[in-house]
Structures are given as structure tokens and as C-alpha cells.
């Protein structure tokens, strides 16, 4: 894509932002799957990972959240936002403050799993308080077992997050997740991270299809570079090929929570997420 067809298109997303959508046709191979002609994510259930916002405190993430046109959220455990540490009370009432403002938690994580049983059983607790059906988690290999009784007491899911070729003796692709699972719970899935699983060598749209049983979250993003450093982007900077990841996520329908993880620029993230939101409706508005 030259620089100019970039800039087009993020001026058609940015556009589209701001003023009300209208049908336009997509790509050949979409088969958008929401009947609601004004929804511009085509039911993609498409909100923010709130690790983008990690540094700003939960009423300035909201009011980000809300800035760049989005509805749902997957809550990172950071003490700004809803934490482990709160007590149950302390975690229902600040996720009530999301509902309020019109934003609906799907999941939560990224939450470690690397410390026994115990403190495994202590995140679903954090996710039931929140009340969201879906732990995006970090286990290890041998958390199986117990990971898989407490999926069925609590009826929770769990989206193992892959991290990339860095994270060898556990989960650098989603291949890698669903080879740990498949004798388990099917309520045990994955958490695709898009970047990550580039630099793990795997084409991401082409395991979004072959994952889709077990696909239960998508943190969305783009990267300058593969290799063992990460090395996150604004959306359409980047080297990542967004239009068939879109594709796979509208050919599966999927309906796990699409996550924009904006990882750059911590204390003012705000331009960064808002640009890569704007690039991803350009690609769906079908912009040239």
C-alpha cells in the first residue's frame, strides 16, 4: 500500500468515525453476519484491550474507550482499573462504572496462572465478581489438570494468550495452546494475539480458521518487524496484513471479543488506538 492509499484510508476511517455509517460494499470474501446495516464492525464484537490504557486511571479509560467509538472491553487486573486486590465489592462496583458509561466488559486479562491451583481459583473469582465469561490467562503446561476442574465449576472460559517466539517452555503460537488443550474442557481455548503470532511464524488469519472451535478472544494489533522483539505499531504502519485477519475473524463469525491492544505510548495512547480504530473501519468500509 503506497503512503498516499494509507492516508486515504485513514482519513475514510477517521471519517467515518464521526459522522453516522451507511452500508458500501466490503470485501469480495466478507459475509458480514450482523443484520443491522448500520453496524460498522459487521457483528465483530470489537472493543479495547484495556492494557492500552494500563496508565490512566479506570474514569479516563472509560472515557477513552468511549472517545474512540468502541462498546466493549477485555479489563486488564491493573490496580488503576480492576485488580486482584480489590475487594469483591471494590470490583463489582468499578465494573458497573463501564456498564454505565455504555461499555460492556467481555473478558478479562491478560491474568497469570503460573502459581498453583490457588491462585488460579483467585482469577475466577476476579472474573466472576466482574462478570464477564472469559479469562484471557497465562498458564503453564502442567495447570491443565486443576485448570480444567475450575472451568467447569465456575463455567468460565479461559483464552490462553499466546506471546510470541520469546516465550519458549510455553505458548509462542496458538498451535502451540490448542496442542496443550485439545484433551481437555473444550471451555479451555485461546486468545490469538495477532502480533505475536506473526513473530511466531504463523500466519494469523490462517489460525483464526484453523482455531475458530477454541477461539474465545483477539487481541487486534500491528507490528513494525517480526522477530523475538516486539515491536508494536499504529494499525496500518505496521507489516501485518489487517484485511485477512478481518476476513478470517467475518468468515468464522466469529463472537468472542476483538480487542485493539495498543501497546505503544502508555501515558498518551489515546492518538495511537484512535488512529489503528480508524485504519480497521477504513479496511471494513471497504475505503480505497
Not at 467481555?106 to 473469582?125: H, I, P, Y
Not at 508494536?232 to 476476513?247: F, M, N, V
Not at 495512547?269 to 479496511?283: D, Q, R
Request: charge should be neutral; glycine fraction near 8%.
Amino acid at each position: 500500500m503506497s503512503k498516499f492509499e494509507r492516508r486515504q484510508l485513514l482519513k475514510a476511517g477517521a471519517f467515518a468515525a464521526l459522522v453516522p455509517t451507511f452500508p458500501v460494499p466490503s470485501f469480495a470474501s466478507f459475509r458480514p453476519i450482523a443484520e443491522d446495516a448500520k453496524d460498522v464492525w459487521h457483528g465483530l464484537k470489537v472493543g479495547v484491550a484495556t492494557y492500552s490504557l494500563r496508565e490512566l486511571p479506570i474514569e479516563k479509560a472509560i472515557q477513552a474507550v468511549s472517545q474512540v467509538g468502541l462498546k466493549h472491553v477485555s479489563i486488564k487486573n491493573v490496580k488503576n482499573h480492576i485488580d486482584l486486590t480489590h475487594s469483591k465489592e471494590e470490583r463489582k462496583q468499578r465494573a458497573q462504572m463501564f456498564r454505565d458509561a455504555g461499555i460492556i466488559p467481555l473478558s478479562v486479562g491478560n491474568v497469570s496462572m503460573r502459581k498453583g491451583e490457588e491462585e488460579a481459583r483467585q482469577a475466577f473469582d476476579y472474573a466472576r465478581d466482574i462478570g464477564v465469561s472469559t479469562i484471557v490467562c497465562s498458564p503453564s503446561h502442567d495447570a491443565m489438570p486443576f485448570l480444567d476442574k475450575l472451568v467447569k465449576e465456575y463455567d468460565i472460559k479461559l483464552a490462553i494468550h499466546n506471546h510470541g517466539p520469546e516465550d519458549k517452555g510455553f505458548f509462542p503460537s496458538p498451535y502451540d495452546v490448542m496442542r496443550a488443550v485439545e484433551k481437555f474442557d473444550k471451555r479451555i481455548g485461546l486468545c490469538i494475539d495477532v502480533g505475536h503470532t506473526a513473530r511466531a511464524g504463523v500466519d494469523p488469519a490462517e489460525s483464526i480458521i484453523k482455531c475458530q472451535e477454541r477461539l474465545y478472544d483477539v487481541h487486534l494489533k500491528d507490528i513494525s518487524a517480526l522477530g523475538d522483539k516486539n515491536t508494536p505499531i499504529e494499525a496500518g504502519r505496521g507489516i501485518l496484513d489487517s484485511k485477512s485477519i478481518l476476513d478470517a475473524l467475518l468468515k468464522i463469525q466469529f463472537q468472542g471479543h476483538v480487542g485493539f491492544e495498543y501497546e505503544k505510548d502508555g501515558k498518551d495512547p489515546i492518538p495511537g488506538l484512535a488512529e489503528s480504530v480508524g485504519y480497521y473501519k477504513g479496511l471494513l468500509a471497504g475505503a480505497k
